[in-house]
């Protein structure tokens, strides 16, 4: 496969770092295009040989040629699985009888040196990650479960696509996800990609069900068209898909709320036809794990929160007063990217939307007079606080998508895309 023909900096600095602490050989002769043996079989890599394998372009991906003694195991991950199944408050709302077929999932982990190399070298720098993988792929084997798909093939694509999901890291500068919510565009492209490279590596593994490196693919995809790599919408989008993006999700607010059950009913409900309706009931069912949650919660006071209300819809009239110009301007742009413009503007609304469903309408002046001099109805400081931090997040992912959609399709109209993202931005 000639993509895979360079070298990776960025992978083979993980395989260097791997190297520091773990035996990392060569399985079969490393082989230059050319036709020269960089490497025998059996060969240590270490830093000795890191340029050599810079310098030239290979027969065979380095990835498909490399052992990594002591990574994860099928013991180490049930273990891992046993501990976050204790732990993780998400998986015990979402835990059924059948909680150890889970397990069973990952005692099966297949025996494919790819694979544990992969493994290994995405969770060697952080254990944090390997927790994240494992979460993961327990998330879709619990909602694969409860949806009633529970076939032993299945099953088995929901282990291995959440335990893989996020490999095509390893090929992305370590510095960019470090930026955290403020990357700028030219590393969000970087991040944008990391499905495409986990789909390729997985594809090229024969013995992989191939619905394994489509979910994978997908695992960012949202069914209203707006999420990436691809832009897939409704049915394009896999079951399996849908249910990692959704797992992918609920762990990362495990890893992040101190309410994550809380948080997840809000992010997965916050734009309608995003997540698959079956998805959504099934987390939103979790009622006493969610009313277990409030003894936990630390909220921000009732005049931070009227404060940040006030931040967000002073921005949202930002954008009522940009909008006959943007709908002028709109007017004059035709083709694929007029159906961008049109479709960022439609999650928009639906962004808006969201507020009113946590009890302000910002286009009634009157109505948030009196929320303030009311005060908070039971349960309505829990829900604006959760529905303004997504909020935050989804406008700024909604202008980073919008920009980058626009500058593959339309560059000359960046300037339109600009001014668009400018006027979805609230004020901070």
Same mark, same amino acid.
């Given at each position: 496969?000639?993509?895979?023909?360079?070298?990776?900096?960025?992978?083979?600095?993980?395989? !260097?770092?791997?190297?520091?602490?773990?035996?990392?050989?060569?399985?079969?002769?490393?082989?230059?295009?050319?036709? !020269?043996?960089?490497?025998?079989?059996?060969? &240590?890599?270490?830093?000795?040989? &890191?340029?050599?394998?810079?310098?030239?372009?290979?027969?065979?991906?380095?990835?498909?040629?490399?052992?990594?003694?002591?990574?994860?195991?099928?013991?180490?991950?049930?273990?891992? /699985?046993?501990?976050?199944?204790?732990?993780?408050?998400?998986?015990? =709302?979402?835990?059924?009888?059948?909680?150890?077929?889970?397990?069973?999932?990952?005692?099966?982990?297949?025996?494919?040196?790819?694979?544990?190399?992969?493994?290994?070298?995405?969770?060697?720098?952080? *254990?944090?990650?390997?927790?994240?993988?494992?979460?993961?792929?327990?998330?879709?084997?619990?909602?694969?479960?409860?949806?009633?798909?529970?076939?032993?093939?299945?099953?088995?694509?929901?282990?291995?696509?959440?335990?893989?999901?996020?490999?095509?890291?390893?090929?992305?500068?370590?510095?960019?996800?470090?930026?955290?919510?403020? !990357? *700028?565009?030219?590393?969000?492209?970087?991040?944008?990609?990391? *499905?495409?490279?986990?789909? &390729?590596?997985?594809?090229?593994?024969?013995?992989?069900?191939?619905?394994?490196?489509?979910?994978?693919?997908?695992?960012?995809?949202?069914?209203?068209?707006?999420?990436?790599?691809?832009?897939?919408?409704?049915?394009?989008?896999?079951?399996?898909?849908?249910?990692? =993006?959704?797992?992918?999700?609920?762990?990362?607010?495990?890893?992040?709320?101190?309410?994550?059950?809380?948080?997840?009913?809000? =992010?997965?409900?916050?734009?309608?036809?995003?997540?698959?309706?079956?998805?959504?009931?099934?987390?939103?069912?979790?009622?006493?794990?969610?009313?277990?949650?409030?003894?936990?919660?630390?909220?921000?006071?009732?005049?931070?929160?009227?404060?940040?209300?006030?931040?967000?819809?002073?921005?949202?009239?930002?954008?009522?007063?940009?909008?006959?110009?943007?709908?002028?301007?709109?007017? &004059?742009?035709? /083709?694929?990217?007029?159906?961008?413009?049109?479709?960022?503007?439609?999650?928009?609304?639906?962004?808006?939307?969201?507020?009113?469903?946590?009890?302000?309408?910002?286009?009634?002046?009157?109505?948030?007079?009196?929320?303030?001099?009311?005060?908070?109805?039971?349960?309505?400081?829990?829900?604006?606080?959760?529905?303004?931090?997504?909020?935050?997040?989804?406008?700024?992912?909604?202008?980073?998508?919008?920009?980058?959609?626009?500058?593959?399709?339309?560059?000359?109209?960046?300037?339109?895309?600009?001014?668009?993202?400018?006027?979805?931005?609230?004020?901070?």
């Amino acid at each position: 496969m000639n993509e895979f023909a360079d070298v990776n900096r960025h992978y083979l600095d993980r395989v !260097m770092d791997a190297s520091k602490n773990s035996e990392v050989e060569a399985t079969e002769d490393i082989v230059a295009g050319n036709g !020269m043996k960089l490497l025998s079989k059996g060969a &240590r890599i270490d830093e000795r040989v &890191r340029e050599r394998l810079l310098e030239y372009k290979l027969r065979k991906p380095l990835e498909s040629s490399l052992k990594v003694a002591g990574g994860p195991d099928p013991a180490l991950l049930v273990r891992c /699985g046993e501990r976050l199944l204790e732990e993780h408050s998400t998986l015990q =709302a979402l835990r059924t009888s059948r909680s150890l077929a889970a397990l069973d999932c990952l005692r099966a982990f297949p025996a494919i040196e790819t694979l544990h190399t992969l493994l290994a070298l995405y969770g060697g720098s952080d *254990p944090r990650k390997l927790d994240h993988a494992v979460a993961v792929s327990l998330l879709a084997i619990s909602l694969h479960q409860q949806l009633g798909l529970e076939s032993e093939s299945a099953l088995k694509v929901a282990a291995l696509s959440g335990l893989f999901h996020d490999v095509g890291e390893l090929y992305i500068d370590p510095a960019v996800f470090r930026a955290g919510g403020d !990357m *700028p565009l030219d590393q969000w492209k970087q991040v944008c990609v990391h *499905p495409l490279v986990a789909h &390729r590596l997985l594809s090229a593994v024969s013995q992989l069900d191939k619905a394994v490196a489509m979910a994978v693919l997908q695992h960012h995809e949202r069914l209203d068209g707006f999420g990436y790599p691809m832009g897939l919408q409704d049915a394009a989008v896999t079951k399996p898909g849908c249910i990692l =993006a959704a797992s992918e999700l609920l762990a990362g607010l495990s890893e992040a709320s101190r309410t994550p059950l809380h948080s997840a009913r809000v =992010a997965l409900k916050l734009v309608p036809r995003e997540f698959d309706r079956s998805i959504v009931d099934v987390v939103s069912s979790s009622r006493v794990a969610i009313e277990q949650e409030l003894d936990r919660i630390e909220l921000p006071t009732w005049h931070d929160t009227l404060e940040e209300v006030h931040r967000v819809v002073s921005g949202l009239h930002s954008v009522e007063h940009c909008r006959p110009e943007y709908t002028t301007r709109l007017d &004059r742009v035709q /083709g694929p990217v007029r159906v961008t413009f049109l479709a960022a503007g439609m999650r928009y609304e639906r962004i808006r939307m969201a507020l009113a469903s946590a009890g302000v309408n910002t286009r009634d002046a009157g109505e948030l007079r009196r929320l303030i001099s009311d005060g908070p109805a039971p349960g309505l400081h829990l829900e604006l606080t959760l529905v303004l931090r997504e909020i935050r997040w989804r406008l700024r992912e909604l202008g980073r998508e919008l920009m980058l959609r626009v500058q593959r399709q339309a560059p000359d109209h960046l300037d339109l895309a600009d001014f668009a993202v400018r006027s979805f931005s609230t004020p901070h």
